[in-house]
Structures are given as C-alpha cells and as structure tokens.
C-alpha cells in the first residue's frame, strides 16, 4: 500500500491509502462463437484470465470524479501501475509480479479497460483477447462476458452512461457504429444497444467520469483534423450522449487519449494525453462544458513504452 496525504482544493477529502493490487495470474482463454450483442455462457471449466482489480479506496463517497491508478503494459508482457499523487502527477511505477503465464496472458490482451462504480472505486477490469474473447476480471473472480468481439478496434468504459451504479462499456465497431453494453454489479453486460453510426471519423475516444459538472458521465473523440469534441451525457442508456461540442484543435500530437478520472485531486475528471514522444501530460478537468479543460501539464517522460495504457 502507498500512503496519500493531503485534500482536495474543492473540499473533498484525499484518499489517504489508495491500495493496488497487481495482476498476477493471467490465463488466456480459448476462441468463442457467439454473438457479441448478447452475453456469453460462462466457458466450462477453467474461466479465462484472472487478474485483481486496480483499486482506490474513496474516503469520500459522494465526490462525482472516480480517483484509479494508470495501469500500463509493454511489449514484452509486463504490467505496471502508476498512482495519482493529488497534485497533477504520478508516483513512480510499480511493477507486477509477472510469472511465465501471466506475462504471456498480457502479451494476448488486446484491449483493455477498467471500470468503476459509484463511490468513485476501481473495482476490475475488462479485457479483450486476440481471441476476441471479452472476460471481466477482479479481485475474487474472472469470467468470460463475450465473444466475437474482433468487430471492436476501441472498448473502454467511461463510467454509469444509463442509470447503473456500475461503469458500462462502449465498443466502436469497425464500421464507425458505437455501442453501449450495461453492466451489473458481478460484470456481465447486458445485450448491447446501438448508439449511432459515424463514429469511425475519430482516431481516438476517450473519458472517465462527469467533465461539465452535472453528474453524468461524457466522453470527448478526437477527429482526424485533430479537433476534439465533447459528447455531454444524458444519463439514458437509450440515448447516452447529447450533441456534441468542440474542445479545440491540436490535438493530433497526441498518439493516446485515456481518462482515470481525477488526478490532481480538485474533485473533478482529468484526461491524460501521450504525445509521439513518449510524454505524458495532464488536461485538467474545469467542470465546464464550454471549456471542459485547462492548458496541457507535463507529467512525465518515457510512456512510448507501453501498448497498453488504461
């Protein structure tokens, strides 16, 4: 456990202890048939990799912005985690305990992603495997919630899009078309709803938590002009997004767009960007639709390393 002091400007208490557990014993599942708009039978026998969640106890339950570690895989199958420091920065690298088999599982991920719940909490993950096999994983338990998924170059999720206490997923298919699947409090998605087509103009999407302040959770997508556009939550899974509202342009120094929620620790959902050099630097979250971030901030060098950023 690392120790945290400190509070939030915006009068939310700093989590004091923020516990991270590391995966260690992945295990790469077999090839599935089904359709991915439904939820899978669980595999017999064995079920797929097993990884502990990356969780940060909340002292605070009512703040809006989710509070969660960096987590980052190389090349060569190794994970690490990084740990918001409260101040706009990241702790120093914590590696895993990789074995033979879990670095070999992480070297089959394809996709990855944490999800949250209300408290702001870490509280596992979802994996795609080059199998195209979708498994949600956390501390106690791994199971296989989908197949089929070589249809999705992007899968993240952003938080509670329709009512949930738990973060669901989106997928953008190959063709541009986004959806949104429902999670329940175990991991297992619901059958997925279509949010719109049009979607394969943006290079990068991303978001984690509230970024306008009104409690729901927003995405913002890049473009391939550099633009970035905020898509507002609605709060209906039906329809999860309002229209949507230009950040700016520039952004296309940018190699990797991924949000872990609050990193300074003001209360409010940040986004964190790569540039092609390796650099990694910290939007602050403002809490305005209009203007939803302030200028860029350095947080470090070095994270070209890594395939996997989530």
Do not use: C
Request: a positive charge; glycine letters at 16%; hydrophobic letters at 35%.
């Amino acid at each position: 456990m690392t120790q945290i002091s400190g509070r939030r400007s915006g009068g939310r208490a700093l989590p004091r202890v923020v516990t991270t557990a590391i995966a260690a014993a992945l295990v790469a599942g077999t090839a599935g048939t089904a359709l991915a708009d439904g939820p899978a039978a669980p595999a017999a026998g064995k079920l797929g990799p097993k990884a502990t969640a990356a969780k940060t106890t909340v002292a605070d339950p009512s703040g809006a912005a989710p509070f969660l570690v960096l987590n980052a895989v190389d090349d060569k199958g190794d994970y690490y985690s990084y740990q918001p420091n409260g101040k706009g920065g990241l702790t120093s690298r914590k590696a895993g305990k990789n074995t033979v088999g879990s670095r070999n599982a992480w070297k089959q991920m394809r996709l990855a992603t944490q999800r949250h719940d209300r408290f702001g909490e870490g509280d596992g993950h979802y994996y795609v495997q080059k199998n195209h096999e979708a498994w949600y994983a956390d501390k106690d338990f791994t199971q296989r919630v989908g197949t089929g998924w070589s249809m999705y170059d992007t899968v993240f999720s952003p938080g509670n899009l329709g009512g949930s206490a738990y973060g669901d997923v989106l997928g953008r298919d190959k063709s541009g078309v986004l959806w949104v699947y429902q999670a329940d409090i175990i991991g297992k998605l619901s059958a997925r709803k279509k949010v719109g087509g049009g979607w394969g103009q943006f290079t990068q999407i991303a978001g984690r938590g509230d970024l306008t302040g009104d409690g729901k959770t927003d995405i913002v997508a890049r473009d391939k002009s550099g633009v970035l556009w905020l898509y507002k939550g609605t709060g209906d899974l039906n329809k999860p997004f309002a229209g949507r509202t230009k950040v700016g342009g520039g952004w296309n120094k940018f190699n990797l767009l991924v949000g872990t929620g609050d990193v300074d620790g003001d209360g409010r959902s940040d986004l964190l960007a790569r540039d092609k050099s390796g650099v990694l630097w910290l939007h602050k979250g403002t809490g305005k639709q209009a203007a939803p971030f302030k200028p860029a901030v350095k947080v470090g060098t070095g994270f070209g390393q890594y395939r996997l950023m989530f």
